[in-house]
T-cell receptor
């Protein structure tokens, strides 16, 4: 089954404790991206990647890092989480050269205390 | 800076009625997407509109794009309860959907 898998789905952590949210897709998509969803703000792009070893900042990259060492994986790293990073995070992927519709993961709800 | 505004943000309607959700955006783009999100769930692609005048229909939903007016509409015909969800439009300022700016979302409730 074609899917984008995120882990963990739920996480409560404390300020400053490094964490990683993993994202994996099995559709051989070149493009992957991270979004955060906050009430009243829609979804905002954090980072995106057009292919392996190619990453770029989105609209709200501060406090986040990413890497793309393999085509299927695109982890989101919070080196020193802060309470304003409490949010619902979505990973998405798509085929470059196609219509561009995104396939989203199920989301990861992160709470930073 | 690209701004995407949806109207209305909250919509409560009765089954069987028709209504339209509007999506206005501030800078030129030829690609616009509509997504649906059920409560506590992920986003699901509904429509991809890739050119001026594009119209797509699926069941009771029809989406259109007017790039000159920078406006997309999502029309709901004879609403049913199963359409209750939050609907997002997203405008691409990159290539192939790489830089989407989302609207705030329209929370639709269809009452029996």
């Amino acid at each position: 089954e074609a899917q984008v898998t995120q882990n963990p789905r739920y996480l409560i952590t404390v300020t400053g404790k490094k964490l990683t949210v993993t994202c994996s897709q099995n559709m051989n998509h070149e493009y992957m991206s991270w979004y955060r969803q906050d009430p009243g703000l829609g979804l905002r792009q954090i980072y995106y990647s057009m292919n392996v070893e190619v990453t770029d900042k989105g609209d709200v990259p501060e406090g986040y890092k990413v890497s793309r060492k393999e085509k299927r994986n695109f982890p989101l790293i919070l080196e020193s989480p802060s309470p304003n990073q409490t949010s619902l995070y979505f990973c998405a992927s798509s085929l470059i050269g196609g219509p561009g519709e995104l396939f989203f993961g199920e989301g990861s709800r992160l709470t930073v205390l | 800076e690209l701004k995407v505004e949806q109207n209305p943000l909250f919509l409560s309607m009765q089954e069987g009625k028709n209504y339209t959700i509007y999506c206005n955006y501030s800078t030129t783009s030829d690609r616009l997407y509509w997504y649906r999100q059920d409560p506590g769930k992920s986003l699901e692609s509904l429509f991809v509109l890739l050119s001026n005048g594009a119209v797509k229909q699926e069941g009771r939903l029809m989406a259109s794009l007017d790039t000159k007016a920078r406006l997309s509409t999502l029309h709901i015909t004879a609403a049913v309860h199963d359409l209750s969800a939050t609907y997002f439009c997203a405008v691409d300022r990159g290539t192939s959907g790489s830089r989407l700016t989302f609207g705030e979302g329209t929370q639709l409730t269809v009452n029996p």
